[in-house]
């Protein structure tokens, strides 16, 4: 208790001066001070930051062999291979539609027929299987349907999806999907 008494009466002191300063000086030159003083404070805050980003330049960058080295794009060749290889069976189209089927149902749509389409391609030596598939359910339930018939088949592509709704009130959507299925000869 005496400390703090002590630091009371020697700072009262200073206080009586700093009032009498301000008085006689004015409010200018008391701002003009507090501006020197904060100049001061903030550059001695800055010092040190300052020479630590100094040092942070100062260091060498790193090696080009210390940075990892990103794997080389596969070339015109390896994408074809992989191209190939990704294509379904012909023979096993109708597996393919099955599974599209059962998807379907999974996704609570109601989906009755398709209309199916081989085609080939004399170019790429692959054949196109074109289903189209009149669906109808809620939104997202089709939609639900159409990403997780492009995930069990890999080598499919949706190419067109159209919607048709009755009234705006009518929670359950018509849909026409058309689904293409990228297909190989069995070796």
């Given at each position: 208790m005496k400390d703090s008494a002590m630091k009371e009466i020697q700072l009262a002191p200073l206080m009586l001066a700093l009032r009498l300063f301000a008085m006689r000086t004015g409010g200018a030159a008391c701002l003009a001070?507090?501006?020197?003083?904060?100049?001061?404070?903030?550059?001695?805050?800055?010092?040190?930051?300052?020479?630590?980003?100094?040092?942070?330049?100062?260091?060498?960058?790193?090696?080009?062999?210390a940075l990892a080295e990103a794997p080389l794009p596969p070339t015109a060749n390896e994408n074809l291979s992989l191209f190939y290889a990704t294509l379904g069976e012909k023979r096993h189209a109708e597996q393919q539609v099955k599974t599209l089927f059962d998807l379907a149902g999974k996704s609570n749509l109601a989906l009755n027929q398709g209309e199916y389409k081989f085609a080939f391609d004399k170019a790429s030596g692959v054949t196109t299987y074109q289903v189209a598939l009149p669906v109808k359910g809620t939104y997202r339930n089709i939609w639900q349907f159409a990403l997780e018939a492009l995930?069990?088949?890999?080598?499919?592509?949706?190419?067109?999806?159209?919607?048709?709704?009755?009234?705006?009130?009518?929670p359950a959507v018509e849909a026409r999907l058309r689904i293409t299925l990228f297909l190989k000869e069995a070796p």
């Open positions: 001070v507090a501006l020197l003083v904060a100049g001061v404070a903030t550059w001695a805050w800055l010092l040190p930051q300052q020479a630590a980003l100094r040092e942070e330049l100062a260091r060498p960058l790193p090696t080009a062999s995930a069990a088949v890999p080598f499919a592509s949706l190419d067109e999806v159209s919607f048709r709704r009755d009234t705006i009130a009518d």
